[in-house]
T-cell receptor, first 114, second 111 residues
Framework: NAGVTQTPKFRILKIGQSMTLQCAQDMNHNYMYWYRQDPGMGLKLIYYSVGAGITDKGEVPNGYNVSRSTTEDFPLRLELAAPSQTSVYFC?????????????FGNGTRLTVT | QKEVEQNSGPLSVPEGAIASLNCTYSDRVSQSFFWYRQYSGKSPELIMSIYSNGDKEDGRFTAQLNKASQYVSLLIRDSQPSDSATYLCAVMDGANSKLTFGKGITLSVRP
């Protein structure tokens, strides 16, 4: 009964480093999303996927890349980390992407870039 | 740019009072509306969804939607200290599967 699992929980990066945030869901959900949340702000959509092999940009995609090779996994790649990418990152999934299919969130990854 | 606006907070109410949280949205074709609760350091969790004009009640929570005014609200009756959290309004349009979130409002319920 894992739901949406994100790893790592915390990470500190130096400017210019790269890393991959992992996200996996075991609910056979087609739709997966990556959000970032800055202090005192709502969630901003980075990328989303409607199924394996299909991804699309959200509101704030610059500096990030994603892939969706399987239904279960949706990793988020940060290339050349910048201080502006310091944030809490949430992965979420839903079955159909429609209004009657709620988002299930992971526990988040807190990333600091210094 | 689709916008979801939540009135400035934080909001503080005494235990047992009614907390009223408001949200407006810019996209007239929006179809689905949600309220998420987020405790400090935790992920958001869905507490209410509403799709048609009027009121929807679930326990102590009532969501209200007025599409003509592009307004959605959440009422929490008999507020409890455990209701202290940030409440995020989210709106989904009919064209895609993306949610747009407001900035959230932090509610504090005083014992």
């Amino acid at each position: 009964n894992a739901g949406v699992t994100q790893t790592p929980k915390f990470r500190i990066l130096k400017i210019g480093q790269s890393m991959t945030l992992q996200c996996a869901q075991d609910m056979n959900h087609n739709y997966m999303y990556w959000y970032r949340q800055d202090p005192g702000m709502g969630l901003k959509l980075i990328y989303y996927s409607v199924g394996a092999g299909i991804t699309d940009k959200g509101e704030v995609p610059n500096g990030y890349n994603v892939s969706r090779s399987t239904t279960e996994d949706f990793p988020l790649r940060l290339e050349l980390a910048a201080p502006s990418q310091t944030s809490v990152y949430f992965c979420a999934s839903s079955y159909s992407g429609q209004g009657d299919s709620p988002l299930h969130f992971g526990n988040g990854t807190r990333l600091t870039v210094t | 740019q689709k916008e979801v606006e939540q009135n400035s907070g934080p909001l503080s109410v005494p235990e047992g009072a009614i907390a009223s949280l408001n949200c407006t949205y810019s996209d007239r074709v929006s179809q689905s509306f949600f309220w998420y609760r987020q405790y400090s350091g935790k992920s958001p969790e869905l507490i209410m969804s509403i799709y048609s004009n009027g009121d929807k009640e679930d326990g102590r929570f009532t969501a209200q939607l007025n599409k003509a005014s592009q307004y959605v609200s959440l009422l929490i009756r008999d507020s409890q200290p455990s209701d202290s959290a940030t409440y995020l309004c989210a709106v989904m349009d009919g064209a895609n599967s993306k949610l747009t979130f407001g900035k959230g409002i932090t509610l504090s319920v005083r014992p």
